[in-house]
């Protein structure tokens, strides 16, 4: 089964930074870990010579629809991750020549990207290992596509962290609805043969 890793907006204003750091109502620290232990990830996988895809986030007001802006207006939110800005950088993990990298443009799900899921067809790609933030953000919206364009998932647990709901809580819906693999940065990313998903989600989702 061809497998790559997707890392999803591991940019400084989800990062690190005064935009991160106001916006995560958790310690800090835990993004820090997050980063460290994807970049780790993305170490491994190149490693064993799989495909590292990096999509990356937008927030220019130019980008954002009507009921994007709505809500910023309402809820005082700031923009983030403007093109071209520090926080738009990634953090941790930097792309090498000939790996790909896709841009969202105000929106969470990586499928939106222009030539996303064409690339994954192209390479024949049947498995995404999603790393990266948000896991009650992002990483779901781009699971759950994945998901229904028939694509198998694997969610690393220690590589990710929930922005408005609890990280447990998460992994335990994606397990049962996506059909979603709970891994970490160092543990088997496919399921083993034979291997029953199920008996994982515990264990994972309480790690």
């Given at each position: 089964m061809t497998t790559a890793l997707v890392v999803v907006d591991l940019q400084n204003d989800f990062c690190v930074g005064p935009t991160a750091h106001a916006r995560y109502s958790g310690d800090p620290a835990t993004l820090e870990?997050?980063?460290?232990r994807t970049a780790l990830a993305v170490d491994r996988a190149r490693a064993r010579d799989m495909e590292v895809i990096f999509v990356r986030f937008v927030g220019d007001a130019e980008h954002q629809g009507p009921s994007w802006l709505r809500r910023d207006r309402i809820q005082n939110k700031p923009l983030?991750?403007?093109e071209g800005s520090w926080g738009a950088?990634?953090?941790r993990v930097s792309p090498l020549p000939g790996e790909r990298v896709f841009t969202k443009r105000?929106?969470?799900?990586?499928?939106?990207?222009?030539?996303f899921e064409q690339h994954l067809v192209h390479r024949g790609v049947e498995r995404l290992v999603l790393a990266g933030l948000y896991t009650d953000v992002c990483v779901d919206?781009?699971?759950r596509t994945a998901f229904q364009k028939g694509f198998h998932i694997?969610?690393?647990?220690?590589c990710t962290?929930?922005?408005?709901l609890p990280d447990a809580d998460v992994l335990r819906f994606m397990a049962r609805l996506y059909g979603a693999h709970l891994s970490t940065h160092d543990h088997p990313w496919v399921p083993q043969a034979g291997e029953e998903d199920a008996c994982q989600v515990s264990k994972a989702a309480s790690a």
């Open positions: 870990a997050v980063a460290t983030k991750c403007r950088e990634f953090h105000a929106c969470f799900d990586a499928f939106l990207s222009t030539g919206s781009t699971a694997t969610v690393l647990t220690d962290t929930g922005r408005h």
